[in-house]
Nanobody
């Protein structure tokens, strides 16, 4: 199993940008589809973005389409989430995970989560 560490979160004003990183250790993640999810206080965890292997096709949740971009660097065992035009409603802990497409949604392949990285957007 792969271990993942998210980083890059912080406090930013509305309209600003952040780039999150997800670094893998242990087993290489290059053969996995990878995704980002987020969870705001009092809300369920939601899908943000996914990138497939090997085609690197990308998929996004409706709330982030046109603003966020997911990418991967298999040589560095890292997945990125570029977040532009951030809004206060993007405030959440963001998590990465290997994913699979099942029941018409992207799901965490192994069911476990890392510590995530906090993104806070002020208005």
């Amino acid at each position: 199993q792969v271990q993942l560490v998210e980083s890059g979160g912080g406090l930013v004003q509305a309209g600003g940008s952040l780039r999150l990183s997800c670094a893998a250790s242990g087993r290489s993640f290059s053969s996995y589809n990878m995704g980002w999810f987020r969870q705001a206080p009092g809300k369920e965890r939601e899908f943000v973005a996914a990138i497939t292997w090997p085609s690197s096709s990308t998929y996004y949740g409706d709330s982030v389409k046109g603003r966020f971009t997911i990418s991967r660097d298999n040589a560095k065992n890292t997945v990125y989430l570029q977040m532009n035009n951030l809004k206060p409603e993007d405030t959440a802990v963001h998590y990465c995970a290997p994913v699979l497409w099942a029941d018409s949604t992207w799901q965490n392949l192994f069911g476990s989560w890392g510590q995530g990285t906090q993104v806070t957007v002020s208005s």
